[in-house]
């Protein structure tokens, strides 16, 4: 390759995130003058809590789509293999449903904890030929929001164990660009490794930690440090850079299959994206057959 087009490519996918988080900052000023001159609601301005999350639904309702146009690795052949029982997390208004195919699909339940988001969502799923296939539930994935949520459903029977939902109820889990900004990133995963069905899936696609020792690249590493310095969690809606998310997921449980690779490993957004077969039991398509 020239070293020019090399260093171009180089340079921008370190710097890429600068026009990212500028865009945040950008939708957090406007969100504060939509609160003043708009909605007249000046105290909302001492919530600084919600008006970063409302900026952050600002920023992805205005560019959500044009930010679901590529995607990837092999995501939408994960996706449009998924079957049976599949619980996404953080559907957001369904931007990625179009990658599912509804007629494999049993029913999908979407875990979706922003209301204003729950019109859309259930639009794009009539849309796409989901029809009565799809639930909206407005929770987070975070287990103490989901279980109840899918217990309210009816999906789940809530055992005396706490309030710990039985386990194994889904045959596929979805997580696409949500595991960044899931509070106690570690038990969120483990909740859901604890809903998944023995031999059922997970389908990952997170952006996550540089993994400088090994593929990555310690300059993006530094770079991740960086941006989080300049307010990355902030302004975009308490998203991380530096989330060990592999890692929490090897240690949710034990797995038959762990293929998870990086994609753009020497970048300051690197992803992750690829399945998990959770341990000790039959695929849907295996059950099925039978
Ligand atoms: C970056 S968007 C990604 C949307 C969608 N998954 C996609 O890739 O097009 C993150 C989504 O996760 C949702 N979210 C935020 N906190 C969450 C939580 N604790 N549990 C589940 N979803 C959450 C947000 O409301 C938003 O819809």
Known sequence: ???????????????????????GAYHFFMTILEVIFVERRPLTLFNITKLRYKSFARLWTKNGEAMSIEMPGPLTEL???CE???LNIGPKSGEILSRFNANRIT???????AEDFHTDLLRNAQKKGFGDKYHALQCGGEPESLIPALYKSGILEVSGRAGL???GVFDEICCVRVLCGVPHAQQTINGLYNLLKPGGRMIICEHVVNPWRTEGRMLARFMQLVYTLLGWPFFMGG?????????FLKDAGEWDKFDLKYYGPKDAIPFVVG????????????????
Do not use: F
Not at 239 to 247: A, G, I, N, Y
């Open 79 to 81: 996706l449009s293999t």
């Open 165 to 167: 939902a039985s386990d």
């Open 107 to 113: 029913v999908m339940y979407g875990a979706e904890p």
């Open 84 to 86: 049976g029982v599949v």
């Open 1 to 23: 390759m020239p070293r020019s087009i090399w260093v171009q490519d180089n340079i921008l996918a370190l710097l890429r995130p600068s026009l990212l988080l500028l865009t």
């Open 275 to 290: 399945e998990l077969v959770k341990k000790g039991g039959k695929s849907y398509a295996e059950v099925v057959k039978e």
């Open 239 to 247: 998203c991380e850079l530096q989330r060990h998310t592999p890692d």
